[in-house]
């Protein structure tokens, strides 16, 4: 691994070496310009400060991890229509569709099957990860609209030490947008490719006694493809293509109202997506396979100053997710489903001590109240599998930011939960933070966190039929070593570089057990991962700004010593973006480069470039704006490995297409 050693050095030649800043007042302030139109244009604006990395805002130099944040701004004006196509962009993240779900991958780990439950999904700072399958939905799945949101917060490496389980790889933190952002109402309507649809709307404001409302609802369908399948070529299965089978709906509603001390916030989505795949062994070109998603929840926080360095939070919240799958086989329907609802309970405390120390301690409780799951036939009625439970967790967890001097802090944070089926697991994280300049940050980090076994792992036991529980799963767990550095040239770019390495052991796996050729997750398989991150962003040139990164990364499993299916080595992307005719146009052009992934079947699935260009009028604060989305703008063929309940090896993605978007806010 002489690579990552030598780029371990170098970085931290260049952060000793690195030049003078232009003072940190001037670091913090944002770099303005004048257009040819005589207008002044935002050129480089400060990051916001992140929230996620410590459940207190802080700078994202002082973060104890590695962060990236996507503005509502980036959002727009690269045409981004799901939480996946985001992350996607961001240095170190790769993404799987498999036509039903979309999927997140980390720094080269993210195994074909896996329903994203070693990511963190936040909205707002509540956990959005249901409590059946643990899925992080960043699909068309997901519970709110990208335009509802304000940022995004990518928070990298174990996470475990404040939230507990499934902040394993990293954790997403959605900032949805706030009544003052919006001031009014704004309805866009969009139109697109393969017969697709959307209608959106929102509302946004603050009354002069402070009481500040957002709400956003919108609905969507997509006709879908016709999909052609090598695999199915045959008169029996209508020549391998699957027609009409791949339409997707959904309707998705979300509000949050703030009065004093009080934030109220909920949300409900419900998707309907047909599957062409004929995954699970399922009829070819039926297209009553389908699964049906709803999410909902409701947030209460109370936030309150206590005397002049202490805050208390309390927050108290009800979820629910429902899942219901139909699977045709031989003419008939199999029902399949998983239905959840919990309770949550969280008080934190966060003090200032001596003006060096603040600290942040907590305890969270969760009460599943439901978590059944099933699988029947319609006809003839048989029933597989009715498995109902009641489950509970609980956990207490202290940080502590000591800044030891002006240009040093350490953090240290550490969280116990203790579970009913597997007992308890502490995991700490630690963060020493240097100022080497008054432009450079050093990061060193350590964290080690888990991933409890999620219900559908435990007991999903169809009688024989095709999978069998176990009930003996213990956590899985992660240890991981990072060293990052920051640095902003000139208050016009920033620098970031990354080099990490981690280890999993007792990891999780789907597995045929010879026995009886069922399939059954066991503590099998240790992972063992390195890898590089680059990033610079900013403003390039006089009118030219965006985000350019590089990833070099390899996960092995030291079981069998094979490089993990579904892990490119390399990442390269460029998020490029310039204003024309006066600066009421802005033409955003984005490049991803993946290399070659494993697929299940020990081939390869084929290293891809994709382009997408946006096209965005601006400067239109009252009236309609535009925009003109093309992806896949030079019609890349390419694909996504399957998993192991899909014929295909490697599933093909989409092509070129194309989406409109109007809005008109007033």
């Avoid at 002049?308 to 219901?324: E, I, M, N």
């Avoid at 953090?411 to 995991?427: A, I, P, S």
Wanted: charged share 25%; aromatic share 12%; net charge negative.
């Amino acid at each position: 691994m002489s690579h990552y050693k030598s780029v371990l050095a170098a970085v931290l030649g260049l952060a000793l070496g690195a030049p003078p800043s232009l003072g940190a007042d001037q670091t913090q302030a944002a770099s303005v310009r004048k257009t040819a139109g005589g207008e002044e244009m935002i050129l480089f604006e400060d990051l916001p400060s992140i929230f996620g990395a410590s459940k207190y805002e802080q700078k994202p130099s002082e973060a104890p991890a590695s962060v990236s944040i996507i503005t509502s701004e980036e959002i727009q004006k690269y045409g981004y229509r799901t939480l996946s196509e985001i992350l996607r962009s961001v240095r170190g993240f790769f993404a799987t569709y498999d036509r039903n779900y979309s999927y997140t991958g980390v720094r080269g780990f993210d195994r074909p099957g896996d329903y994203d439950t070693r990511v963190l999904l936040l909205l707002d700072g509540h956990r959005i990860n249901d409590n059946i399958y643990d899925q992080a939905s960043v699909g068309t799945e997901t519970i709110i609209e990208v335009d509802a949101i304000e940022r995004i917060e990518i928070i990298r490496g174990p996470s475990s030490s404040l939230y507990g389980t499934n902040a394993f790889l990293a954790v997403i933190n959605v900032i949805s947008k706030s009544g003052r952002s919006l001031k009014g109402t704004e309805i866009a309507a969009t139109g697109g490719s393969f017969s697709t649809g959307e209608l959106r709307m929102s509302y946004g404001g603050r009354t002069d006694s402070g009481v500040e409302t957002f709400i956003s609802g919108s609905y969507a369908d997509s006709g879908g493809q016709n999909l052609f399948y090598p695999e199915f070529n045959s008169p029996a299965t209508n020549n391998g293509w699957a027609r009409g089978a791949d339409g997707d709906r959904y309707a998705r509603l979300f509000g949050k109202m703030s009065v004093g001390n009080v934030r109220v916030e909920g949300g409900y989505s419900s998707r309907d997506k047909k599957i062409p795949t004929a995954s699970f062994g399922t009829d070819f070109n039926d297209s009553r396979e389908k699964t049906l998603d709803e999410r909902g929840f409701l947030d209460l926080r109370y936030d309150r100053e206590i005397g002049l360095k202490s805050r208390f939070v309390g927050t108290a919240s009800y979820d629910g997710y429902w899942y219901k799958g139909n699977y045709p086989y031989s003419g008939a329907v199999s029902k399949d489903y998983g239905y959840g609802q919990w309770w949550t309970v969280e008080a934190q405390t966060i003090t200032t001590l001596a003006d060096r120390h603040k600290v942040i301690g907590g305890v969270e409780a969760r009460y599943n109240a439901q978590q059944d799951q099933g699988y029947y036939d319609t006809n003839p009625s048989f029933v597989y599998l009715d498995d109902r439970r009641q489950t509970s967790f609980w956990g207490a967890y202290v940080q502590d930011e000591y800044r030891v001097r002006d240009n040093l802090i350490l953090n240290f944070g550490v969280r116990h939960d203790n579970y009913e089926t597997f007992g308890g697991t502490t995991n700490p994280r630690l963060a020493v933070i240097c100022s080497v300049r008054e432009a450079t940050t050093m990061k060193f980090l350590y964290g080690r966190a888990f991933r409890a076994p999620n219900d559908y792992e435990l007991y999903y036991d169809d009688g024989g039929f095709s999978q069998k529980a176990n009930p003996g799963l213990r956590p899985e767990t992660i240890n991981t070593y990072e060293a990052v550095l920051e640095h902003t040239f000139h208050n016009r770019m920033r620098g970031a570089a990354s080099v990490y390495r981690y280890g999993i052991d007792n990891l999780i796996t789907a597995m045929i057990d010879p026995s009886d050729l069922l399939e059954v997750f066991r503590n099998v398989d240790r992972v063992k991962a390195e890898g590089v991150e680059l990033e610079v962003e900013g403003s390039f040139a006089r009118f030219l700004e965006g985000r350019l990164s590089y990833a070099l990364q390899k996960s092995e499993d030291l079981t069998t010593g094979s490089i993990l299916t579904n892990s490119p080595r390399h990442l390269a992307k460029a998020n490029l973006s310039v204003p024309f005719k006066h600066d009421r146009l802005l033409a955003s052009l984005e490049a991803q480069y993946t290399s070659a992934r494993e697929t299940l079947a020990g081939d390869s699935a084929g290293g891809f470039s994709v382009v997408n260009l946006t096209l965005l009028s601006r400067n239109w604060k009252s009236g309609p704006g535009v925009s003109l989305s093309v992806f896949n703008l030079f019609d890349k063929r390419y694909g996504d490995p399957g998993g192991t309940e899909h014929v295909q090896d490697v599933i093909p993605q989409d092509g070129r297409s194309v989406r409109v978007q109007i809005r008109y806010e007033f």
